[in-house]
């Protein structure tokens, strides 16, 4: 089963799709998810997979999954691939494992540009941004030659370096 975070995105902001094995007995096999590729898009697996149980229609299912963050480049609507998952798991009464590929299927999500700003500044979408800047030397007793350096840290939670537009000075 294949899972989106949400119906709607914009450039740059990250959402997740969940990648969700079923078995009604165990798996003697872990399932391989392999990379999960998505086209205009930066895409990262978050971690192990994880295992939990589900109940669907009264019957309870032994599950695997897999989240992806996934970063969208461009507007539009994004198509998100089928994934093709191999494991192994016993049949419902028997202990040997059997050999199973199954694939889910895909899904859209509709990416939306960044808004348009009238003063040309760069923009991102984060969660929570602080912007510091320090200076080699004081400012006190300067002459006229006098090297500085200026140092702009940008500290951006819920997204990527790369997605941070270059800053433009004077």
């Known amino acids: 089963k294949l899972s989106v975070s949400q119906k709607t995105a914009t450039v740059g902001q990250a959402f997740y799709v969940k990648i969700t094995v079923y078995t009604p007995t165990w798996f003697t096999k872990a399932p391989?998810?392999?990379?999960?590729?998505?086209?205009?898009?930066?895409?990262?697996?978050?971690?192990?997979?994880?295992?939990?149980?589900?109940?669907?229609?009264?019957?309870?299912f032994t599950t695997l999954f897999y989240e992806y963050v996934v970063f969208p480049l461009n507007a539009g609507e994004l198509k998100l691939p089928p994934l093709s998952v191999a494991f192994e798991s016993p049949l419902e009464g028997d202990y040997k494992?059997?050999?199973?590929?199954?694939?889910?299927?895909?899904?859209?999500?509709?990416?939306?540009?960044?808004?348009?700003?009238?003063?040309?500044?760069?923009?991102?979408?984060?969660?929570?941004?602080?912007?510091?800047?320090?200076w080699s030397n004081e400012f006190t007793d300067l002459k006229v030659g006098d090297v500085m350096e200026r140092t702009i840290r940008i500290f951006a939670k819920g997204t990527l370096a790369n997605m941070i537009p270059p800053i433009i000075t004077d």
Request: proline fraction near 4%; glycine fraction near 8%; hydrophobic fraction near 35%.
């Open 32 to 60: 391989n998810f392999g990379d999960y590729q998505v086209r205009n898009t930066f895409t990262l697996r978050t971690q192990r997979p994880i295992g939990g149980f589900e109940t669907i229609n009264g019957k309870r």
């Open 97 to 134: 494992g059997k050999a199973f590929n199954v694939t889910t299927k895909g899904a859209a999500i509709e990416i939306l540009p960044l808004p348009n700003n009238d003063n040309n500044y760069s923009l991102f979408v984060a969660d929570n941004i602080s912007i510091s800047e320090s």
